[in-house]
């Protein structure tokens, strides 16, 4: 399977945790120990290595967070 | 490492000032993003109504003005006829396009304005405060309309996309939603898809995207998108109401 990373803009975050919802392998969750610039819990991933980069976080993301990357093997 | 997913050349830096999870954010993008892909950012011109997305033209990386509200239409007319060569966009809500500015729609597609209209259909007045809009679903609660609407008293929901198909002047009309990343990808294959149309000069052309109001729906964004789909697409079928076929193809 494809390997994938994505970075999160995290100040541009609102916490509205979309991504959360869109994630098919439920790797992202709001992070309730941080808060950002904003003042919202940002968006963070739980375990990169599990990520296949398929960009649904970032297709539905309304702030245009997260930048997705695909790692060739 | 290859990018996948980056943030569209079509926006520019500023913040969106839109609620946490308000799916304008998403119907911006993907409208830019179809515009980059089409090379045509240093051709387009898009109307920002007046509504949420009053400021449109802040993030919007490409000319821009600012239409009195419901008057899109009628602006995107002008600078159309002026500039031919221009992909001319409005970019309009539920209260802009259905309510103040429904003659200014009507008669623009009537003319075949060879311009788009994005049309942003969250059921509700959003700017204002959450009142009950030309769009509200029977029973659905508003300020204006506590007890939710109702039929006998306000009538049916307003279906955009039904009646500018019906007019001969429109080439393009499809009803869209973001709820779902799979939707979202439809959602700006319709609107490029609109565009190119436009570019062809068939007429004029007009997507409505069913969208979300977390804030005055009065519940989360991930719930809002479960009403969107469970309550508002049933009602506001998607599909292609119009294509150049002339064909009516209803869900």
Redesign the interface.
């Known amino acids: 399977m494809a390997k994938?990373?994505v970075v999160f803009d995290e100040n541009?975050c609102?916490?509205?945790?979309?991504c959360?919802?869109?994630c098919p392998f439920k790797l992202i969750e709001m992070d309730e120990k941080r808060i950002n610039s904003k003042g919202?819990h940002p968006a963070h991933v739980t375990d990169l290595e599990k990520c296949t980069?398929c960009?649904?976080c970032?297709?539905?993301?309304?702030?245009?967070v997260?930048?997705?990357?695909?790692?060739?093997k | 490492?290859?990018?996948?997913?980056?943030?569209?050349k079509g926006?520019t830096d500023k913040?969106?000032h839109?609620?946490?999870?308000?799916?304008?954010?998403?119907i911006h993008?993907i409208t830019m993003e179809a515009i980059e892909e089409l090379g045509l950012l240093g051709k387009a011109v898009g109307i920002a109504p007046v509504g949420c997305a009053v400021f449109a033209y802040e993030y919007f990386n490409c000319d821009s003005y600012e239409a009195a509200h419901g008057r899109a239409p009628a602006v995107a007319t002008g600078i159309k006829r002026v500039h031919p060569d221009c992909l001319v966009f409005t970019y309009q809500g539920d209260g802009d396009l259905a309510a103040i500015g429904t003659g200014e729609i009507v008669q623009a597609a009537h003319r075949g304005e060879k311009i788009t209209a994005i049309f942003v259909n969250n059921a509700i007045y959003g700017m204002t405060g959450g009142q009950m809009a030309p769009t509200t679903l029977i029973g659905q609660k508003a300020t204006t309309a506590p007890y939710g609407r109702d039929e006998n008293h306000a009538g049916k929901p307003i279906m955009m996309s039904e009646m500018i198909a019906t007019i001969p002047g429109a080439a393009y009309i499809e009803r869209v939603a973001v709820n779902?990343?799979a939707n979202?990808?439809k959602a700006k294959k319709a609107i490029k898809k609109a565009f190119e149309i436009q570019r062809e000069g068939k007429g004029f052309t007009m997507v409505e995207v069913l969208s979300t109001c977390?804030t005055n729906w009065g519940m989360?964004?991930?719930d809002a998108?479960k009403w969107l789909e469970e309550n508002m697409m049933p009602y506001y079928k998607l599909g292609i109401y119009k294509s150049s076929e002339g064909s009516v193809i209803n869900g």
Not at chain 1, 66 to 72: A, E, N
């Open positions: 994938g990373k541009q609102k916490g509205c945790g979309l959360v919802t869109a919202y980069g960009a649904n970032a297709i539905i993301c309304p702030d245009v997260i930048t997705v990357y695909r790692i060739d | 490492m290859n990018i996948v997913f980056e943030k569209t926006l913040t969106f839109y609620c946490p999870g308000c799916t304008h954010g998403i993008r779902t990343p979202i990808r977390p989360t964004p991930e998108l």
